[in-house]
Nanobody, 123 residues
């Protein structure tokens, strides 16, 4: 499975960005977004099950971020609104062969990763 992110950039606090991830194979995989700041461990942000309906979010982004997947177009998306400086990080999309309930936000449970796209929130 190959993954490639796009859509990162610089945005002012309170602004929005939409990240996309082209996924070579989506059927049967839990898909997720992680983020990582320098010197920190990867943090799980959101996951979406193979059914495209069951989603989970880390508390810090609930109500601001929306994860979605388009299996026909083989795309994973992350709509990010009301961005804050604490959201600044490298964002990665990832895929796990197991269900999202089992994988949780454990980075080691995700076997496939993209290269990452930088999101910087600053005035």
């Amino acid at each position: 499975v190959q993954l490639q992110e796009s859509g990162g950039g610089l945005v002012q606090p309170g602004g929005s960005l939409r990240l996309s991830c082209a996924v070579s194979k989506t059927v049967g995989y839990c898909l997720a977004w992680f983020r990582q700041s320098p010197g920190q461990e990867p943090e799980g942000v959101a996951t979406i099950e193979d059914d495209g309906r069951t989603t989970r979010y880390v508390n810090s982004v609930k109500g601001r971020f929306t994860i979605s997947r388009d299996s026909a177009k083989k795309l994973l998306n992350l709509q990010m609104n009301s961005l804050q400086p604490d959201d600044t990080a490298m964002y990665f999309c990832a895929a796990a062969r197991s269900g999202c309930f089992y994988a949780g936000y454990r980075a080691e449970a995700f076997s496939y990763w993209g290269q990452g796209t930088q999101v910087t929130v600053s005035s």
